[in-house]
């Protein structure tokens, strides 16, 4: 029988480093538009995993190791969204993957600001994946906010992982806004027009 421990030993098996299953309830505060039932409407469970980014790219002179890398880790991800939705859909369940990246249903030209049909960062919280850190992305307490994460609505009810509830950031820690070259970040929210 498929349940949230098996889903969770296939996604790891694929390749994933992180997994976490969010009730549909969870997501009240999503914008409108942007609900796991407004992509899907029997949207039950929301399961998110994250695969870790290596960081030795980060070390390079160069962004083209860490381009190379992250176009990887979209193909990566979504493979394993793509893989494990097909095998739960042989199981009986429907299961509907959520592009890792762009396509963006939203785009506001004026703002040059995007939006995926789910915050995969958002739905990762709820999955107690990690916190939000001041530089918005997601903080997981092993690998910091080095994921790229993917997710698969379900229809059925699986077992939820309880919210983090450590702090990701420091109260007065300011590393990150301050180290943003555009100073496209405020500790809230993020400034896509300058990033």
Request: charged share 20%; with cysteine; hydrophobic share 35%.
């Amino acid at each position: 029988m498929i349940n949230s421990k098996v889903i969770k030993e296939k996604i790891l098996q694929k390749g994933a480093d992180i997994c976490g299953i969010a009730a549909v309830d969870r997501f009240t505060d999503a914008p409108k538009g942007f609900h796991p039932c407004d992509i899907y409407p029997d949207s039950k469970s929301v399961i998110v995993f994250g695969a870790h980014f290596p960081l030795s790219t980060l070390q390079t002179r160069t962004n083209s190791p860490y381009t190379f890398v992250r176009n990887m880790m979209v193909e990566s991800v979504d493979q394993i969204s793509f893989q494990l939705s097909r095998e739960l859909e042989r199981e009986g369940m429907v299961a509907v993957p959520i592009p890792s990246s762009e396509p963006y249903d939203y785009w506001d030209v004026e703002q040059r600001q995007g939006r995926g049909i789910l915050s995969l960062k958002h739905a990762g919280v709820l999955a107690g994946l990690g916190v939000l850190g001041k530089n918005t992305l997601l903080l997981n307490e092993t690998y910091g906010n080095m994921t790229w994460l993917g997710a698969i609505l379900v229809d059925t009810e699986l077992e939820p992982d309880s919210i983090a509830s450590y702090e990701g950031c420091l109260p007065n820690c300011t590393v990150c806004l301050d180290a943003c070259p555009q100073e496209a970040l405020d500790g809230i929210t993020i400034n896509q027009r300058r990033c």
